[in-house]
């Protein structure tokens, strides 16, 4: 069964304290992996496109990477602006345009 | 500069009233359009897409429709709303396959 997970759920981290997110995918051909930034009451908001394993993006503080099963949101140097639900989704072969979304990771950055 | 727009933000309803949420997108032709649902700490679930006027998939049997009258134009709907009905919805469109979807920001809605 195509499933996309995420962990952790939830992450508490102090300003400046760098640390990851991960998805993990099991789909039967990956045509591309996508993160977004969901914040409370909002529509989620997109940040990058992967394509293939070993592709990697950036935007400010955050770094997506991509392997063959499994992606990783890289955050450096966290402000407390950076705290939001952040979603991946994946899109596979076997489905015409169509998502597949992690459940997602709350992410909680105090000063 | 694309932007899509959602309306209503909130929408309190009674069981079995008729339900209508309209979502438009401005600045592009033929996107890709669609309905999400997404339940308190739980992913994003499609429930409907659309490659063009009229044209619509269905990804869950449901009570709820769909529907593509013009081509930046979605509407989501319901003859008769369940409880079950609840939730944060959520349209999106895309340039095309593979492409990034892009979101509004949603309409709550509450059944009581």
């Known amino acids: 069964e195509d499933q996309v997970t995420q962990s952790p759920e939830a992450l508490r981290l102090q300003e400046g304290e760098s640390s990851s997110l991960n998805c993990s995918y099991t789909?039967?051909?990956?045509?591309?992996l996508f993160w977004y930034r969901q914040d409370p009451g909002k529509g989620p908001e997109f940040l990058f496109t992967?394509?293939?394993a070993g592709e990697e993006k950036e935007k400010e503080r955050l770094k997506a990477t991509l392997t063959k099963k499994e992606s990783f949101l890289h955050i450096t140097a966290p402000k407390p602006e950076d705290s939001a639900t952040y979603l991946c989704?994946?899109?596979?072969?076997?489905?015409?345009?169509?998502?597949?979304f992690g459940a997602g990771t709350r992410l909680a950055v105090h000063p | 500069s694309q932007t899509i727009h959602q309306w209503p933000a909130t929408l309190v309803q009674p069981v079995g009233s008729p339900l209508s949420l309209e979502c438009t997108v401005e600045?592009?032709?033929?996107?890709?359009l669609y309905w999400y649902r997404q339940a308190a700490g739980r992913g994003l679930q499609l429930l409907f897409y659309?490659?063009?006027?009229?044209?619509i998939s269905s990804e869950v049997p449901q009570n709820l429709s769909a529907s593509r009258p013009q081509d930046r134009q979605f509407i989501l709907s319901s003859k008769k709303l369940l409880l079950s009905d609840s939730g944060f919805y959520l349209c999106?469109?895309?340039?095309?396959?593979?492409?990034?979807?892009?979101f509004g920001d949603g309409t709550r809605l509450s059944i009581l």
């Open positions: 789909v039967s051909g990956l045509r591309g």
């Open positions: 989704a994946v899109l596979f072969s076997g489905g015409y345009n169509k998502l597949i």
């Open positions: 659309s490659v063009g006027i009229g044209q």
């Open positions: 992967l394509y293939s």
């Open positions: 999106a469109w895309s340039p095309g396959e593979g492409q990034p979807q892009h």
């Open positions: 600045g592009t032709s033929n996107p890709n």
